[in-house]
């Protein structure tokens, strides 16, 4: 219902600025009621993810971490890595089991692998952050 109002009161904005603006010849601020309307996302779904942390940071030898330019990869990035990668389990199970779709699994496990291959090849310390 509340949607429902919010865009009725769009329209009606919309109808009230069309008609000003014709009356005075000014299609400049068509839209300036519309800047401040504020969309909220949906809450985030909750992601199950088994394991738990061996380090916190995978990082070269011999270099202190402060000198190392740092990339973060979160639990569900690396519970995915782990289940797609390490467990050779495919996109629809993984999915399955953290609780989310496909689609999620793979915009995950694409986001983890650039992360990780970044990491490796440039020498970057992987830092581990636990989000919950």
């Not at 504020?38 to 779904?45: G, H």
């Not at 330019?69 to 995915?80: M, N």
């Amino acid at each position: 219902m509340y949607f429902i109002d919010r865009i009725l009161n769009f329209f009606q904005i919309i109808v009230r600025n069309i008609t000003l603006s014709a009356r005075n010849n000014n299609y400049n601020n068509l839209y300036s009621d519309f800047i401040d309307i504020k969309i909220m996302p949906r809450p985030k779904k909750v992601r199950n993810c088994g394991g738990k942390f061996i380090s916190l940071t995978y990082k070269p030898s011999g270099i202190p971490l402060q000198k190392l330019e740092q990339v973060h990869l979160h639990r569900d990035e690396l519970e995915t890595l782990r289940l797609c990668d390490g467990e050779g389990l495919n996109q629809e199970a993984a999915g399955v089991q953290m609780g989310v779709s496909r689609g999620t699994i793979q915009r995950i496990l694409t986001v983890a692998r650039r992360k990780t291959a970044k990491a490796l090849c440039e020498g970057y310390a992987l830092v581990f952050v636990d989000d919950e």
